[in-house]
């Protein structure tokens, strides 16, 4: 066996350990938001910010929705309670969240924006974060600056 044949195979392996450690993740447990996963309640025009996760959850996992808890009770704090702006941490295994998951699309950890303008869903995934854990400012300016980017225009 040639030396690349086995680089190759040694970096496949380490590939299947690194998404199967991701997707294992580990125990640990953060309470869920206490918003209803029901949506129909929101105001016609208005920004939902939904974090989605698995029972078991990874560092990395709890260091987004944290991250994102953070930066919305921090940079918008009049909008979360005007109403203008819901956060919510929602699990996607738990049966009663099946609604709002199928609507989102959410399959994993994951966070969305949803603009809903005139009773039309505008949603966006921001996938961005996940390249950005650990490195707080960057984690929290991505965070700020698409969920205000949605908050224009909203009455």
Not at 9 to 28: E, R
Not at 95 to 118: D, P, Q, W
Not at 142 to 148: A, E, H, L, M, W
Request: proline content about 1%.
């Amino acid at each position: 066996m040639t030396l690349l044949t086995k680089v190759r195979i040694w970096t496949s392996f380490l590939l299947i350990i690194l998404v199967a450690g991701m997707l294992c993740a580990c125990g640990s447990h953060t309470p869920e938001a206490t918003l209803p996963s029901d949506t129909s309640s929101i105001m016609a025009d208005s920004v939902e910010v939904v974090y989605f996760h698995r029972a078991q959850r990874c560092n990395s996992c709890i260091y987004a929705e944290k991250g994102t808890r953070y930066t919305m009770e921090t940079y918008f704090r009049d909008e979360l309670a005007s109403g203008k702006l819901i956060f919510k941490a929602v699990n996607i295994e738990d049966k009663k969240n099946a609604t709002i998951v199928k609507k989102y699309g959410a399959f994993t950890s994951s966070l969305f924006i949803n603009t809903k303008r005139g009773g039309t869903d505008h949603i966006v995934e921001v996938k961005e974060i996940w390249f950005v854990l650990g490195k707080d400012e960057v984690f929290v300016e991505i965070v700020r600056d698409k969920t205000g980017e949605s908050l224009k225009g909203i009455r």
